[in-house]
C-alpha cells in the first residue's frame, strides 16, 4: 500500500506542476505568445501540452522509482534532492517565460533546468537505470524548448 501511496504522491505533485504552468501558459498564448515573432522550428501550440503530459507521466514514474524501488541511502537522498531542484526549476520557467515576459531570464532557467536533468540522468544510472532512462526523452525536450526560448529573445529582441 505504501508504494501505491507514493506512486500517487508522485503522480500528484508532477501534474500539479503542469497544471500550474498550464493556467499561466493558457492566458498567455491568444496574447503575448500570439504576437511574438518565433523560430521556423516551432511546432503548432496543440503539440505542447500532449508532449508535456506525456512527460510529466514519465517524470513521475522516474520519481516513484528512485523513491520507492532504489534502496535507501546516500546516493538515493542526493537524487531526491536534485530531482526536487529539476522540479522548482520546471515549476519557476513557466509564471517567467509566460507570466513575466522575461524571456532572457527564463532562458537561464531552462539551461539550468536542462543541466540539472542531464545530472539528474548520469547519477541515477547507476542506482535505477529504469529511472534515468524516462528522463531521456524529458532532457531532449528541454533542449529543443531551449532553442525556442532563445529564438524567440533573439527574434523579439528580448
Keep these: 500500500m505504501r508504494s501505491v501511496l507514493r506512486l500517487v504522491a508522485c503522480v500528484v505533485v508532477c501534474y500539479a506542476i503542469a497544471a500550474l504552468g498550464g493556467y499561466v501558459t493558457v492566458r498567455n498564448i491568444p496574447t503575448w505568445y ?3 515573432a518565433k523560430p521556423p522550428w516551432t511546432p503548432p501550440n496543440w503539440v ?17 522509482l528512485l523513491w520507492d524501488r532504489t534502496a ?3 546516493r538515493r537522498t542526493r ?6 531542484v529539476q522540479l522548482v526549476l520546471n515549476c519557476v520557467w513557466t509564471p517567467v517565460f509566460f507570466g513575466a515576459h522575461y524571456v532572457w531570464t527564463a532562458q537561464v532557467i531552462i539551461l539550468a533546468l536542462l543541466a540539472t536533468i542531464i545530472a539528474l540522468i548520469v547519477l541515477a544510472w ?4 529504469w529511472a534515468a532512462l524516462l528522463l531521456i526523452p524529458y532532457a531532449v ?5 531551449s532553442t525556442l526560448n532563445a529564438g524567440i529573445g533573439y527574434l523579439n529582441g528580448g
Design 126 to 129: 547507476p542506482a535505477k537505470r
Design 79 to 84: 537524487l531526491l534532492q536534485l530531482f526536487v
Design 34 to 36: 500570439a504576437s511574438l
Design 72 to 74: 535507501p541511502s546516500t
Design 141 to 145: 525536450w528541454v533542449a529543443y524548448a
Design 48 to 64: 505542447f501540452p500532449i508532449v508535456w503530459n506525456i512527460l510529466y507521466g514519465m517524470i513521475a514514474l522516474s520519481l516513484w
